[in-house]
């Protein structure tokens, strides 16, 4: 994301996956984020693995935004001044994604 290391404050923290797997962070960065109007800023763990997402925003940005997500609608919804934001999903998005971790990284193939 080209994101300066300085930017970076160090502390290491473990996260547990899905799986069982154990991840180290390298550390935590506070970043900006706007949605529709709304500008926050959000504190998140560094990671370093390769990894076809950006960001997973969680359940403090969730209760900070006042924010309802649906599974079953594929959407969140957040209240605003100007009325309901809705953010929807985007399937072939989350399809690409999905496939994209799904396939080796040329560093896997070499080992």
Same mark, same amino acid.
């Given at each position: 994301?080209?994101? @300066?290391?300085?930017?970076?404050?160090?502390?290491?923290?473990?996260?547990?996956?899905?799986?069982?797997? $154990? /991840?180290?962070? $390298? *550390?935590? =960065?506070?970043? @900006? #984020? +706007? =949605?529709? *109007?709304?500008?926050?800023?959000? /504190?998140?763990?560094? !990671?370093?693995? &390769?990894?076809?997402?950006?960001? !997973?925003? *969680?359940?403090?940005? =969730?209760?900070?935004? %006042? &924010? $309802?997500?649906?599974? +079953?609608?594929?959407? $969140? /919804? !957040?209240?605003?001044?100007? *009325? #309901? !934001? /809705? =953010?929807?999903?985007?399937?072939?998005? &989350? %399809?690409?994604? +999905?496939?994209?971790?799904? %396939?080796?990284? %040329? #560093?896997?193939?070499?080992?």
């Amino acid at each position: 994301m080209n994101i @300066p290391d300085s930017d970076i404050i160090r502390r290491s923290s473990a996260l547990i996956g899905f799986s069982g797997e $154990v /991840k180290h962070t $390298v *550390g935590d =960065i506070r970043l @900006p #984020i +706007y =949605i529709e *109007g709304i500008n926050t800023m959000q /504190k998140f763990c560094v !990671i370093d693995i &390769a990894s076809s997402y950006n960001v !997973i925003l *969680g359940r403090p940005w =969730i209760h900070e935004l %006042k &924010a $309802v997500p649906s599974t +079953y609608h594929q959407c $969140v /919804k !957040i209240p605003s001044p100007w *009325g #309901i !934001i /809705k =953010i929807t999903d985007d399937q072939q998005g &989350a %399809k690409d994604c +999905y496939a994209t971790e799904l %396939k080796p990284s %040329k #560093i896997q193939e070499e080992a």
